[in-house]
C-alpha cells in the first residue's frame, strides 16, 4: 500500500525530530520494504545513519536514493560529507560538484566544496567557492567565518576581520565568530579587543575549549601570564588531549625563562599529536640552547620530515651544521627558492639558510649576494624605518633630563636582580652564563617583562608630555617582581635578565631598582655589526639589523645613549670589554664578581659546564671554554662590508 509506505517515512521523520534515530530506521526501513523505490525514504534513512554515525550504511543509502534518483542534489552534496569524513576528498568533490552541476545555487555544496578545497590547500579555489556562495547569499554567516578563516591562514588578516564582523553582525551569538576573531585581533596586536572577543565566545559557550586557548594566547600578549595559565588550564579541564594548548604552555614558560617547564609541556603536546611539527621545531630551539646540538639537530630533522617546505624549519636546521657539496638539504633549499608560490616570509627564511650554506662553503660572492637579498627583504617585510628608533633614543635622553631625581625608598626586595644590556652579539650570553654560574645566581635568560611594561608608561608620557612620577616607576616595579621576581622556585638570591636591549631601559631600570646592578658589555664595533647582520632575528623586535646602513646609524646611537646614561647616573652602570673577559678571563671575572656583590665561586671559570639554557644566537658558543679571536672573523669579509666600515668610521674611531 503506497499510503501505508507514506505513513511510515512521515513517522520516521518525526521520530528523527525527536531524537529517536533507531526507531526511526525502522520507520524508514518499512517504509523502503513497501516500496523499494522510495528515494526519500532512502534518503531519510541515510540522514539517520549519518546521525549515528553509522558512515558506511549511510553510503549505501545515498547511493540507493541516488540510483532511483540520480538528480537529487542534497544525496549528492550529504554523500560528499560523509566522502569527506572518511578521507576519500576525491569522491568528496565529485560529489559537491555533482549537487552544483543540478543546483548552481546550493549553497552549502559551495561552503563544503570549499572547506574541502581549504583543507587540500587549494585556496584559490576555496575563495572563489565561498564569495560564490556569498553573491547567492550575502548573509550566510558560516561562509563568512570560513571565508575568514581562509584569509587568516594567508595573512591578509584584515580581510579576514571583515568576515568575522559581518558573521557577528548578522548573528551576534556566532561563538566560533567570535572566537575566530578574537585570535585575528590578537595577531594583529589588538590586545584589548582580542580578549573581548574570547570572552564572549566563552559566555556564549562555557566549554568552547578553543575559545579558552585563544583567550590564553591573548592574555599572554598582553603580559597577565598568571592569567593566560589560567585559561589555558580551563582549556585542558575542557579537553585534556588539546595539544596546541599544551604547546601554548611550553611557549609561555620558554618565555618566563623556565625551559625545564616548557620541555615538558612540548612533550605532552607530542604524546598527544605526534606529527606536531611546530613542537618539534621548538625543541629544538629549547635543545639547542642547552647546548645538546645532536638532540636539538634531530629536533629539527623530525620537523622537517613532517613539513618538508617549511623554510623555517630549513633556516633552523642550517644553524647547527657544516654544509658540504650536494648537500640533500642545500639541493632543497635551492629548489624551493626557486619556487615562485613562496611567500616573502618564506623566501627570506630560505636566503638566511642558503646564506650560511654558501658560508660553510666558501663561496663569498653568493653567500653575500643571497645574505644581502635576505636582508633586504626582511627590512621590507617589518616596515622598518631607522627613524623610528633613533628619535625614539632622543626622546629617551629628553625624558631622563627632566626625570633625574633621587628614588623613593622601596620595600627591599627578595630577589635583587642583575641587567646585562648592550647590542645584541656583544657578549651578553656569555656573560650571563658566568654570573649564573655562582651558587647564588638564577640565569633567566631574556625577559620580555620589562619592556612590556615599561612600552606603555613611555608611549603615555608621549602623549601627555608629562614628568615621569615615582608611581610610574613603582608600577614597573610591581609588575617585574609579580612576573619573575617572586616566581624563583630556587633557593638563588639574585636573578639576571639579559636582554641586551635593556640598553635602552637602563633608567627605568635604575629609577624602579635602585638595588639593581647594570652590567654593560663592550665590544669591537665592527665584530657587533657583522654578527648582526648575518643573523635572522626571529621574533621582528629588532628592525635595524638588516641594513648596512640602519645598522650602523643604530650602533652610533646606542654608544651616544650609553654615553648619556653614563653621565646621568654616573658610577651605577659597570662596562666590560667581551675582547678583554675573552683574553684575562679569571681576572675580568673577579671583577664582575666584585662588582655584583658576589663571593668568588670557581664555578664561574667553568661556564661552560652551566646547564641552564641560554636563549640567543650565542647558545652553543657558551657552552664551549673561553673562545678567542671571534671579534677578528669579519676581517676575511672586509671587502664586502665597506658601506659598513665607512658607515660606522671604524678606521678612525681606532686612530
Known amino acids: ?78 554523500l560528499g560529507i560523509i566522502y569527506n569524513e572518511l578521507g576519500q576528498n576525491n569522491d568528496a568533490i565529485k560529489s559537491y560538484k555533482e549537487a552544483l552541476s543540478l543546483q548552481p545555487d546550493f549553497v552549502d555544496a559551495l561552503n563544503n566544496l570549499g572547506n574541502i578545497q581549504t583543507e587540500l590547500g587549494k585556496l584559490d579555489e576555496a575563495i572563489k567557492s565561498y564569495n560564490q556562495a556569498l553573491e547567492i547569499e550575502p548573509n550566510h554567516i558560516e561562509v563568512h567565518n570560513n571565508l575568514g578563516n581562509i584569509l587568516n591562514d594567508l595573512g591578509q588578516l584584515d580581510e579576514a576581520v571583515k568576515h568575522y564582523e559581518k558573521a557577528i553582525a548578522i548573528y551576534p551569538d556566532y561563538g566560533e565568530a567570535h572566537n575566530n576573531l578574537g585570535s585575528t585581533l590578537n595577531e594583529l596586536g589588538e590586545m584589548d579587543k582580542a580578549v573581548k572577543h574570547c570572552e564572549r565566545a566563552i559566555a556564549i559557550n562555557p566549554y568552547f575549549a578553543e575559545a579558552h586557548n585563544n583567550l590564553g594566547t591573548a592574555l599572554k600578549a598582553f603580559g597577565k601570564l598568571d592569567e593566560a595559565i589560567k585559561s589555558y588550564m580551563n582549556a585542558i579541564t575542557i579537553n585534556p588531549n588539546f595539544a596546541d594548548v599544551f604547546f601554548n604552555l611550553g611557549i609561555l614558560y620558554y618565555d618566563l625563562g623556565q625551559p625545564e617547564e616548557a620541555l615538558n609541556y612540548y612533550r605532552k603536546a607530542l604524546s598527544i599529536n605526534p606529527d606536531f611539527a611546530a613542537v618539534y621545531e621548538n625543541l629544538g630551539l629549547i635543545l639547542q640552547e642547552m647546548g645538546q646540538s645532536d638532540e636539538a639537530f634531530n629536533s629539527y630533522v623530525y620537523a622537517l620530515a613532517l613539513e ?80 623610528s628608533d633613533l628619535k625614539k633614543h632622543t626622546k629617551l635622553k629628553n625624558i631622563f633630563k627632566l626625570a633625574i631625581k633621587e628614588s623613593s625608598s622601596y620595600k ?104 639593581a646592578k647594570i652590567i654593560h658589555l663592550k665590544r669591537d664595533s665592527m665584530a657587533i655589526c657583522w654578527s648582526i647582520y648575518q643573523r635572522y632575528f ?64 670557581e664555578n664561574c671559570l667553568k661556564f661552560y659546564n652551566n646547564a641552564k639554557a641560554t636563549k640567543t644566537a650565542s647558545a652553543l658558543q657558551v657552552k664551549e671554554k673561553m673562545y678567542q679571536g671571534s671579534s677578528e672573523a669579519w676581517k676575511k669579509y672586509e671587502a664586502y662590508l665597506k658601506p659598513l666600515i665607512n658607515s660606522i668610521g671604524y678606521y678612525q674611531e681606532k686612530l
Open 412 to 515: 627591599p626586595l627578595a630577589v635583587r636582580p642583575i641587567f646585562i644590556v648592550g647590542m645584541p652579539r656583544s657578549g651578553t650570553s656569555l656573560v650571563e652564563q658566568i654570573i649564573s654560574s655562582h651558587n647564588k645566581v638564577k640565569g633567566a635568560g631574556e625577559l620580555p617583562t620589562l619592556d612590556n611594561l615599561i612600552t606603555p608608561i613611555f608611549n603615555a608620557y608621549l602623549s601627555n608630555n608629562n614628568i615621569l612620577s615615582e608611581r610610574s616607576f613603582l608600577n614597573i616595579r610591581q609588575g617585574y617582581t609579580q612576573y619573575h621576581l617572586s616566581n624563583i622556585n630556587s633557593s638563588e638570591s639574585i636573578i639576571t635578565d639579559k636582554m641586551p636591549t635593556n640598553f635602552e631601559n637602563i633608567g627605568f631600570i635604575l629609577k624602579a631598582f635602585p638595588e
Open 1 to 78: 500500500n503506497p499510503n501505508e509506505s507514506i505513513l511510515y517515512n512521515i513517522s520516521g521523520v518525526c521520530l528523527k525530530a525527536n531524537g529517536k534515530l533507531e526507531m526511526a530506521a525502522q520507520s524508514f526501513k518499512s517504509a523502503i520494504n513497501l516500496k523499494p523505490d522510495f528515494a526519500d525514504a532512502h534518503y531519510n534513512l541515510a540522514l539517520t545513519h549519518q546521525e549515528l554515525n553509522h558512515l558506511d550504511d549511510a553510503v549505501k543509502s545515498y547511493q540507493e536514493t541516488l540510483a532511483i534518483q540520480s538528480d537529487y542534489a542534497k544525496a549528492h552534496n550529504n
Open 538 to 601: 626571529p621574533n621582528g623586535a629588532l628592525g635595524f639589523p638588516y641594513s648596512m646602513s640602519d645598522l650602523a646609524l643604530f650602533y652610533l646611537s646606542y654608544e651616544e645613549l650609553m654615553t648619556f646614561w653614563h653621565d646621568s647616573f654616573p658610577n651605577q652602570i659597570y662596562d666590560i670589554s667581551y675582547e678583554n673577559l675573552t683574553t684575562n678571563q679569571e681576572v675580568e671575572t673577579r671583577k664582575l664578581l666584585d662588582y655584583c656583590e658576589l663571593d668568588w665561586d
Open 308 to 387: 618538508p617546505h617549511n623554510a623555517n624549519f630549513h633556516r633552523n636546521l642550517s644553524t647547527l651544521k657544516n654544509f658540504k657539496e650536494g648537500d640533500t638539504q642545500l639541493i632543497q633549499i635551492q629548489s624551493l627558492l626557486s619556487s615562485s608560490s613562496i611567500s616573502k616570509s618564506e623566501r627570506i627564511n630560505l636566503c638566511f639558510a642558503l646564506a650560511k650554506a654558501y658560508e660553510d662553503l666558501g663561496k663569498k660572492d653568493e653567500f653575500f649576494k643571497i645574505l644581502n637579498e635576505g636582508n633586504k627583504l626582511r627590512k621590507e617585510e617589518l616596515n622598518y624605518s631607522i627613524e
